[in-house]
């Protein structure tokens, strides 16, 4: 007798009764198809069919476009036993194909909201393609602009971080994972601590105490895992002897455990595979054990589950228990998508929905606020009556590099350039003379002459300088961090024409991580950081430097005059030797020991003035929340935005304590004249660190409080004292609602 319709496939039924009633009818060779995931182009499906019709694949990555998604899907759903529809996946990083700014020029914003919006735009465009799953957000912290991916991430500081985390999977996935057809899955990657690479070199060995670990890299992933993201990637990195994708510590223990992780893991691209590289593993089906068994679910293309995973269940050496506990999280997460339901893509959707005028729009709003203003010596901003203005660089008029690394299927045809920006804004009353001056890494100056003239024939000088898009993202660390080729000669030669006629000069600086411009800013007298800014990034550039939009982004990342002072971060202990005039201190003996420009900073077209620090009460005990408030006033003659920060200290610890944590933020907007209270409540769980025995604690103490511009320019002090101590079990609950952060 033939069931009339399977329980799982009753919508009404609750997701797990379905999952389990769905998972007793699956063989053990389909279960292991859950398990797998390739990548697939749409000329290659053909090769999949076989394995799609005995329903073996769980998931493919990289194929795109409704209607390809749409036919392999069918075979899945129509032609599969279970018919089990497949899970489509892409890295959907900063835009699908509205092509937003890199997630560290998102960090610049220092505003939740725009990542939030940002990711919500990305999802709606790559769910109605038929991608119901995103490879980010990437929280890897990074305090090594060497390496590459310090692109892909929100910055160097856990706290800011933590704060994107949430926003970015609240804008990819809605309030909960749901079959909304605008959401789709996000997965918190790379898990863990791969921004700890050793030189900063792209898949390096990683090696750091549990309590950097937990206190820093971790942090964000622990507060996407608060936020309900549906799946977290494993890491290539080796982490202290295991490698992040044969390791229990991490993944079973921590995330699955203390933090009750219900997603599932997916592996990074073959990275099971690659623990034979690391030497953990001797052969393909060690791998597969160790993947496993350590709680990676998914195989991301490696196929070492496919051609290993049975046999080791059979031969009893992985409990099938394992499996099942595998599968059933990601047929929840399918089942939550709504996938049973609606496996397909709607063509017509996506041609209405991608590139629409909204996102387009909502790409420049963004855009707009991640520029950070690094240095305005009463230069900027430019006046739209200028008559002649030259813009000058290999970057000025390249649209490829607009988009940044991990494009997602952007087309750089769509991109506007800051001299297109600035054609456009100045329309045809003025002249906008171009000339490139260089190639972006060459070390060709036959083009410095032209850009000379062209600089000494204008009223002012918009000069774009940077990186590549290729030149960051994954597998692009660099051993240097100055401008490429011979950018900086360019910037000189044109500034020393353009200073000679007093005509002003202001550089902006594109990349995908902190460029060492010492020289250069030395003399520039304004200096915009515009990373990759996406498909509105000359419109942005236009609107800050002509004055209709006043940039109030922040560093996210400390910005180093020199790559030998990195690893480089605000959050670093005090040594027992600060760095000082004296000479046996923690310091260099031929540079320097501070950053270019501190993390936090940026500047404004406006001036604030911070006055009125009330810390409330002075004496708290743990478990409550202190009150810090201010009066922050526009003082300037112009509307701005301005990001306040604080800062706190514990001043004396178990266990030495960095020498401030940002622990709060917020991005106001202040008309002229304007004077608002600023309000910070800080749960005192927010303080809790680690301490000797490893047990997480808010330590009774004094603790100094330090609001300000940046987390070098400190406006204001205060203190508070927390009576006693007491052991944190859950920081989920207060770290996002009562802050009044986000
Ligand atoms: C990267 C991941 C990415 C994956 C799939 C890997 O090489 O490390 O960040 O999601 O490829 O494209």
Redesign the pocket.
């Known amino acids: 007798m033939t069931e009339a319709r399977p329980l799982y496939k009753d919508l009404i039924k609750p997701v797990e009764e379905r999952v389990e009633d769905l998972l007793k009818r699956m063989t053990l060779e389909e279960k292991v198809g859950q398990m797998c995931q390739y990548s697939v182009h749409p000329g290659a499906v053909k090769e999949f069919t076989h394995l799609l019709e005995k329903g073996l694949v769980g998931s493919f990555?990289n194929l795109l476009g409704a209607e390809n998604v749409n036919e392999v899907q069918r075979i899945a759903v129509e032609k599969s036993r279970l018919g089990i529809p497949l899970l489509m996946g892409f890295?959907v990083i900063h835009g699908y194909k509205t092509i937003f700014p890199i997630p560290l020029a998102m960090a610049s914003s220092w505003d939740p909201e725009v990542v939030k919006k940002a990711c919500e735009v990305a999802a709606r465009e790559a769910s109605a393609d038929g991608v119901k799953w995103t490879?980010a957000p990437m929280l890897d912290i990074a305090r090594d602009p060497r390496w590459g991916r310090i692109a892909e991430g929100f910055g160097e500081d856990p706290y800011l971080a933590s704060v994107m985390a949430w926003a970015a999977v609240k804008g990819f996935q809605g309030e909960e994972l749901s079959p909304n057809p605008d959401k789709i899955a996000a997965c918190a990657?790379?898990y863990v601590a791969y921004g700890g690479a050793e030189g900063g070199r792209d898949y390096n060995t990683v090696d750091i105490s549990e309590r950097t670990l937990r206190e820093i890299y971790m942090q964000p992933f622990k507060s996407a895992v608060a936020a309900g993201v549906a799946t977290v990637?494993s890491a290539?990195n080796d982490l202290c002897g295991i490698p992040a994708s044969a390791n229990e510590f991490t993944i079973r223990k921590v995330l699955k455990g203390e933090w009750g992780f219900q997603g599932f893991v997916v592996s990074?691209?073959n990275s099971v595979g690659e623990l034979i590289v690391h030497g953990i593993a001797r052969d393909g089906a060690e791998a597969a054990r160790l993947g496993v068994t350590s709680g990676v679910d998914m195989d991301?293309v490696g196929d070492v589950y496919r051609r290993y995973l049975v046999e080791l269940v059979r031969k009893g050496v992985v409990p099938e228990k394992l499996v099942d506990d595998a599968v059933r999280r990601i047929l929840t997460v399918k089942f939550k998508l709504g996938l049973f339901e609606n496996p397909y893509a709607d063509p017509e959707k996506a041609k209405k929905v991608i590139k629409c005028r909204e996102h387009l729009d909502a790409a420049l709003e963004v855009a707009r606020k991640c520029i950070v203003l690094v240095k305005n010596e009463g230069v900027l901003p430019f006046k739209k009556s200028l008559k002649r203005v030259a813009v000058i660089g290999p970057l000025a008029d390249d649209k490829e590099s607009m988009l940044g690394c991990w494009r997602g299927f952007g087309d750089p045809a769509d991109s506007v350039t800051v001299l297109e920006g600035v054609r456009k804004k100045l329309g045809s009353e003025a002249k906008v003379l171009y000339a490139k001056g260089c190639d972006v890494k060459s070390q060709d100056r036959s083009g410095f002459e032209e850009a000379v003239r062209v600089a000494a024939d204008a009223d002012a000088v918009i000069l774009v300088v940077g990186e590549s898009w290729d030149m960051s993202g994954?597998a692009a660390s660099r051993a240097y961090l100055d401008l490429p080729g011979v950018q900086e000669e360019l910037v000189k030669t044109v500034y020393e024409a353009a200073a000679g006629r007093k005509i002003p000069v202001v550089m902006v600086v594109m990349s995908g991580r902190p460029l060492t411009i010492k020289r250069p800013a030395e003399y520039v007298p304004a200096i915009l950081v515009a990373w990759h800014l996406g498909v509105r990034a000359g419109d942005a550039v236009a609107d800050v430097v002509f004055g209709d939009f006043n940039p109030g982004g922040k560093l996210p990342v400390t910005w180093p005059k020199t790559v030998g002072q990195v690893p480089i971060y605000y959050n670093h202990k005090m040594t027992g030797r600060p760095p000082s005039s004296e000479r046996f201190t923690s310091k260099y003996i031929d540079e320097d020991w501070r950053p270019l420009f501190p993390f936090g900073h940026g500047l404004s077209y406006t001036s604030f003035e911070y006055s009125d620090l009330n810390v409330k009460p002075e004496v708290v005990e743990p478990g409550s929340v202190v009150q810090i408030s201010f009066t922050l006033t526009n003082t300037g003659g112009v509307e701005g935005d301005e990001v306040a920060q604080l800062y706190v200290r514990d001043v004396s610890a178990s266990v030495t304590r960095p020498v401030k944590e940002l622990k709060g933020f917020k991005r106001v907007t202040l008309k002229p004249g304007e004077k608002k209270r600023i309000v910070f409540n800080l749960p005192t769980e927010l303080l809790a660190f680690y301490d000797r025995e490893m047990n997480y604690f808010v330590e009774a103490g004094d603790y100094e409080v330090m609001i300000g511009s940046s987390s070098e320019d400190i406006r204001l002090k205060g203190r508070f004292t927390i009576t006693r101590s007491e052991k944190v079990t859950d920081l989920r609950k207060v770290w996002f609602t009562e802050t009044q952060v986000y």
């Open positions: 990555l890295d490879f990657k790379h990637m290539f990074d691209w991301m994954e």
